[in-house]
């Protein structure tokens, strides 16, 4: 640490631009963590306020809410005790005489199940064809009271009430009656056995004990929030970004420590002469790339705390502190990974020629 | 006990039609209060004898004493840690870290070694040297004599039984390498270490207990002060 800290304060500006480099790499790190957490946000936040444990579909819709159709007795014979009836339509809802248009996921519940969203502006629905909507449609232009007019359906919508976090699959939800929903899919409404609805949410941790007819399928919540559509690529390709930046981090570090290793063999050369060995040197030059690491993470991460703050909500980042301090962490340990390429360097520095023998 | 004894040591490199002999066949000890120069041109093998002499390297065949330990017998750690503790380099090459003020290069040592000079002793030995004002400054900013006086505090520093000095007063004007030499027969003396410089200055030889020449890899005694004092 000594040899470390005295040669980055000799070499001021040299440092400063290994830092530099560091620096943005955090922030590239940190952001990209940030969009990966924005985007899985969009699509799951509506089915982690459900606090769900698992979804009950038809075997043949392959987890997807919007392709399963079940009718309301077959959802009844379920025999689990915290279950909640879920029928879905996506849409596109249009507020009337505008021409602002939004996808939604038009989404039917019973208010008594445990579904029902809590409300933090204006109403719960009161019955058939009024909505709560998810409160990031305020950021469109939308507004309690306001008419909707549903794509493919002459239903008209009220906004009554809207609720945070739901966004499902990307699209805002509308929660309203299964009845609505109905409405809108099939042109009427059927609350009798024969209704159709999409799917039985439950709440039960002890879920797998539930017996379902073999034309159904239990999935536990979190296969069917990874099969969304685009879900799972996106965020595959999101991590994949991420480590790789991991491996160019180690690299980059490793070949500009490397130079400054090459540079000061000689200086290595007689140090050893002198009989310092080769460990006080190596832990030296990893002291030193921990050092350049360690500024490099914090001001990455002040830079990405200050961006946090100015970010327009349409941008879909979400930063996770523990997320950023574990990346962080990764960050400092494959940086001084790549410190690692100049040990054999300094091992193999022969002393009698550094001296000129 | 020799605080330097070189037995049948000869270094040879290469091998067949190329093989070149760097020291001949060599017999050498060192024994405590010793000042002993070495004279010889370049390319003449002083380089290897003093590098086999501090344990950097090893001879093709014979053996190397220091302080009784036998360095040829070691591996390289604790070679390094034999040079750590008993030999003080002054090297011709300036052997200061760049970016460590003189102060810091003393520091360093004490980082990687116990038993140094303590702070008394530190400051009479730069007042000594003419070097109590540059602790805070850089090798950058010292002069070719400022840094060699700055090398041989950090040799003597570490209290070595065993000093070996390439060249010691190459960049000294006469009155400082004079008191420079001085200085090494004083400290050679009263702390009973051996030292060995490696010159061609032959009016330094008056200070010295025994005059060795080297000639082609082949060292010989000529004149040794010791037995001509009465």
Redesign the interface.
């Known amino acids: 640490m000594f040899l470390a800290w005295n040669e980055m304060k000799s070499a001021k500006l040299r440092f400063l631009l290994i830092i530099g480099v560091l620096t943005l790499m955090t922030y590239l790190v940190f952001l990209l963590s940030g969009l990966a957490n924005g985007l899985a946000e969009m699509n799951r936040e509506a089915v982690d306020q459900w606090k769900a444990d698992a979804i009950v579909l038809t075997d043949e819709s392959d987890m997807n809410l919007s392709q399963s159709s079940m009718t309301l007795h077959e959802a009844q014979r379920i025999s689990a005790e915290h279950k909640a009836e879920i029928a879905q339509i996506l849409a596109v809802a249009r507020k009337s005489g505008t021409k602002i248009k939004e996808s939604v996921a038009i989404t039917g519940i019973h208010k008594d199940q445990f579904l029902m969203p809590n409300v933090s502006e204006g109403r719960s629905f009161r019955g058939d064809h009024e909505v709560i909507a998810d409160d990031s449609l305020k950021a469109d232009g939308l507004k309690l009271g306001d008419r909707l007019t549903i794509s493919s359906s002459e239903q008209k919508l009220v906004i009554v009430g809207f609720t945070k976090k739901a966004k499902f699959n990307a699209a805002p939800v509308l929660y309203t009656t299964i009845a609505t929903v109905q409405k809108i899919k099939y042109g009427k409404t059927d609350t009798s056995d024969k209704g159709i609805i999409n799917g039985v949410v439950i709440r039960d941790p002890y879920f797998t004990k539930i017996k379902v007819p073999s034309s159904f399928k239990l999935t536990p919540i979190e296969p069917f929030i990874e099969h969304m559509p685009g879900y799972t690529p996106q965020k595959i390709s999101l991590d994949f970004m991420i480590y790789f930046l991991f491996v160019i981090v180690s690299v980059t570090i490793g070949i500009f420590l490397y130079v400054l290793t090459i540079q000061k063999v000689s200086i290595f050369g007689v140090m050893k002469a002198q009989g310092i060995s080769s460990l006080f040197l190596i832990r030296s030059v990893i002291a030193q790339t921990f050092l350049l690491a360690l500024f490099g993470v914090c001001a990455g991460f002040i830079l990405t705390a200050v961006t946090g703050a100015f970010l327009p909500s349409a941008v879909p980042i979400q930063l996770d502190i523990p997320a950023l301090i574990g990346y962080g962490a990764i960050f400092i340990f494959v940086a001084a990974l790549g410190s690692l390429f100049s040990v054999q360097t300094i091992v193999k520095i022969d002393p009698v020629q550094a001296i000129g023998g | 006990m020799s605080i330097l004894n070189i037995q049948n040591a000869s270094k040879t490199y290469g091998s067949g039609h190329t093989q070149v002999t760097a020291l001949k066949t060599t017999q050498f000890s060192a024994e405590k209060g010793e000042l002993i120069a070495v004279i010889g041109p370049s390319g003449s093998g002083k380089?290897?004898f003093?590098?086999i002499a501090?344990g950097?390297?090893n001879p093709t065949n014979g053996s190397v004493l220091i302080n009784g330990q036998e360095v040829t017998k070691l591996g390289e750690?604790k070679r390094?840690?034999?040079?750590?503790?008993e030999?003080g380099?002054i090297?011709?090459?300036s052997?200061l870290?760049?970016?460590?003020?003189v102060d810091?290069q003393f520091?360093?040592l004490d980082?990687?070694?116990k038993g140094n000079m303590n702070q008394q002793e530190k400051a009479q030995l730069l007042k000594q040297l003419g070097i109590e004002n540059l602790t805070k400054k850089?090798p950058a900013d010292l002069s070719g004599g400022e840094k060699q006086r700055v090398a041989i505090a950090k040799a003597l520093y570490t209290n070595p039984s065993l000093i070996l000095a390439?060249e010691p007063t190459a960049s000294l004007d006469s009155n400082r390498a004079f008191e420079v030499i001085k200085m090494l027969a004083q400290e050679t003396k009263e702390k009973n270490k051996a030292t060995i410089m490696v010159t061609h200055d032959n009016r330094l030889t008056k200070y010295c207990d025994k005059v060795y020449t080297i000639v082609d890899g082949g060292l010989s005694l000529v004149s040794d002060n010791l037995q001509i004092r009465p």
Do not use: E
Request: charged share 20%.
């Open positions: 380089s290897t003093l590098t501090g950097l390297q750690r390094s840690m034999i040079r750590l503790k030999v380099f090297l011709q090459a052997n870290v760049p970016y460590l003020s810091n520091r360093l980082k990687v070694k850089y390439d």
